[in-house]
């Protein structure tokens, strides 16, 4: 008997108290493992995920959980070839593999990278500016994210054991939420060989990782208000998840993602001759194919130009003529296996329901391969009566596809709401007018659009690759979910709460400084401090410096930056917003810096840009210049020895009326390179 599958619960590995189920090879039909989660404690491990695993996450900020996801990528990474052997088990192609395997690893790489350019190295994110609330500055609001305080539950299907449960995983985890890990026992064998690699690199916390393999009938039982359910997998049990007294009544977070009849769309203005033509064939054919067509982005509506229609067919036939099913090891084969003899029998069944209303034009589903493996050959369709659900209603989950024609694009656009949503559309034309009209005519239906043409073909990931830093979700039949979306994933395990308050509550709470908040000014000036040594806060006044009719001049004449404005006295005065010669922007910017700059080498290292610049009063010749300069964000790099610090910049004329305002970026020593 073959290796009984263990899940990890309680910060142990746990085997089941019976034999469990075997596990197929969707090759040879042999045993590769057996799975159950009888005598499993699944309550145990839900509050071990809240009471151990979600304090050791809340203590790191983000940046440090990013580190740690960096490091598990990389060790994943490193020792991808023995997921690539297991992974010929599930009917994978050495392609279908990469796309799974490699393509989870890097999204948790993307994931680590994101978090660090984009989130503080904080616990706490900040949404959007500060609203003012009264006349006076004193009590203001400022959106904010935090951690809950749950676990998230992530249920995975079979056609993507690896990438399927780490893309679910890293948004998770750098939101500071332990995740328990729910894999479709028909490839959970290499979920569970993944998940054991990263539990013994030991470099996750304690109860952030917790896998379940078999059955987790009862795993919403033990959910509130805190947790959350991530799904992928049927309509028909994403309907059942949801209508669950935890989700209806307690406020569980739940997030399907289901089944979805893609389409891709065919421009008007394509023809044979031109190269479009051959992306579009070879995008439908490249989706019908890989990994056997068992993808939820796959495309399933081939919609066509009436008068295109034949040529597309006769296009596709082409190619499929040349697939090769059979094992993935076998030189020449360019198509695997199905993930079970019941998943053929499935798509299948799917088949029988589609020929209700369309024809079969290329492959014989009625001809089933005799060998052990769940083979099957490529089976395309061409739609009859237009006004047929079949097309619109069936998802064959395998490689099966159906033309159907359209005339104009009110018609199209009918075609493609009738999927009820989808995961994902792809439309391949040439002209930018009609990819903005059918954009916009899809885009209600779908969570992401893919417009191919041949400038963009050669960089483009295809219809069916979600991106870690792209929405991955649908509406309607789709499942009214989001994944992925770079930081909006993060987000999406975050409460966010309106916090109302003084700038001196909100600083606290942000860790930003807010304008009305306490300023700290000293003998020390700031930029002699290091990153260890400044606080937010601390201040500069520089000033007063008055301006010139020379230094506008001049100014003029070493930039070049002529404008009327700066250097046509009547023509200046006629403006009615500058009523005489004004002083350049970026004079007063120039202006500013030579007030707070302290010139000698010290723990500021270099400026690396402005942000949020703004010229509110025009300066005139004559006018006095005061500027203040306040460190709002202080952010420590965890992998270099500086880090960034974010400085308010306030500049004002001699009737203290704020002439610009723009945040300063520079990069500073922390203490130890310093010294």
């Not at 189920?21 to 057996?34: C, M, N, Y």
């Not at 009471?51 to 940046?63: D, E, M």
């Not at 994933?489 to 709470?509: C, I, N, S, W, Y």
Request: hydrophobic fraction near 40%; proline fraction near 5%.
């Amino acid at each position: 008997m073959s290796r009984l599958l263990e899940s990890y619960a309680q910060g142990t590995w746990y085997s089941a108290t019976d034999d469990g189920v075997p596990l197929l090879s969707a090759v040879d039909g042999s045993e590769i493992a057996r799975v159950s989660s009888s005598g499993l404690d699944v309550a145990g491990m839900i509050d071990y995920a809240r009471t151990v695993g979600g304090p050791a996450l809340a203590a790191l900020t983000f940046h440090e959980r990013a580190a740690l996801l960096k490091q598990v990528g990389l060790t994943l990474m490193a020792g991808k070839e023995e997921f690539y052997q297991l992974s010929r088990h599930t009917g994978a192609t050495a392609r279908d593999s990469g796309v799974d395997i490699d393509g989870g690893f890097g999204t948790v790489l993307s994931y680590a990278s994101k978090a660090r350019r984009e989130l503080p190295n904080d616990t706490v994110y900040l949404d959007g500016a500060i609203e003012p609330l009264g006349k006076k500055g004193t009590f203001l609001g400022q959106h904010i994210y935090t951690s809950r305080r749950g676990v998230a539950v992530q249920i995975n299907a079979f056609n993507f054991p690896v990438w399927g449960f780490l893309e679910k995983l890293a948004p998770a985890f750098i939101a500071g939420v332990p995740s328990i890990i729910k894999p479709a026992s028909q490839t959970a064998y290499l979920t569970e060989l993944v998940f054991r690699r990263i539990i013994e690199s030991g470099l996750l916390p304690e109860g952030s990782l917790q896998l379940i393999c078999g059955s987790a009938r009862d795993v919403l039982d033990h959910l509130g208000g805190q947790d959350s359910v991530a799904f992928t997998g049927s309509a028909d049990t994403a309907a059942m998840l949801r209508s669950h007294p935890a989700v209806v009544g307690d406020g569980v977070h739940f997030t399907a993602e289901a089944d979805s009849l893609n389409a891709s769309i065919l421009g008007s203005d394509v023809a044979p001759s031109d190269p479009e033509f051959e992306l579009f064939v070879k995008g439908v054919f490249t989706e019908m194919t890989s990994k056997a067509g068992q993808k939820c982005t796959a495309i399933r509506r081939v919609l066509v130009p009436q008068n295109s229609v034949e040529q597309v067919i006769e296009a596709l036939t082409a190619k499929l003529e040349k697939v090769v099913v059979g094992d993935p090891n076998d030189e020449g084969v360019t198509m695997g296996a199905l993930a079970s003899i019941e998943q053929r029998d499935e798509v299948l069944k799917s088949i029988r329901g589609l020929t209700k209303s369309a024809s079969v034009i290329f492959g014989d589903p009625e001809s089933v391969d005799q060998r052990a493996g769940a083979f099957m050959a490529p089976v395309l369709l061409k739609a009859g009566d237009k006004a047929a659900n079949e097309p619109h209603d069936i998802e064959a989950f395998g490689p099966v596809s159906t033309v159907i024609g359209y005339g104009d694009t009110a018609e199209l656009f009918d075609l493609v709401a009738r999927g009820k949503g989808s995961l994902v559309a792809s439309l391949v034309t040439k002209d930018s007018a009609l990819a903005r009209e059918i954009v916009l005519g899809c885009a209600p239906y779908h969570g992401r659009i893919l417009v191919l043409n041949a400038e963009n073909a050669k960089e483009s990931t295809g219809h069916g690759s979600p991106l870690p830093v792209l929405v991955h979700g649908g509406p309607g039949r789709a499942g009214g979910g989001e994944e992925l979306g770079g930081i909006r994933g993060v987000l999406h395990h975050m409460q966010r709460t309106a916090v109302q308050g003084t700038p001196d509550v909100l600083t606290a709470v942000g860790n930003k400084w807010v304008a009305g908040s306490a300023r700290i000014t000293g003998d020390v000036h700031p930029f002699r401090k290091n990153l260890g040594e400044l606080k937010i806060g601390d201040t500069i006044v520089g000033g007063p410096r008055q301006v010139t009719r020379a230094d506008i001049d001049h100014f003029a004449e070493f930039t070049g930056d002529t404008f009327y404005a700066h250097t046509d006295p009547e023509a200046a005065a006629a403006n009615p917003l500058f009523g005489g010669i004004v002083a350049h922007g970026y004079l007063v910017v120039s202006l500013a810096a030579g007030l707070f700059v302290d010139p000698a080498p010290g723990p500021v290292l270099a400026n690396f840009g402005v942000d949020s610049l703004r010229f509110l009063t025009p300066v005139k010749a004559e006018d006095s210049l005061t500027v203040t300069l306040t460190a709002k964000l202080i952010t420590p790099r965890q992998s270099a020895d500086y880090g960034e610090v974010r400085w308010d910049a306030v500049v004002v004329n001699q009737n203290d009326e704020p002439v610009a305002t723009y945040d300063v970026l520079t990069l500073v020593a922390k203490p130890e390179a310093a010294s």
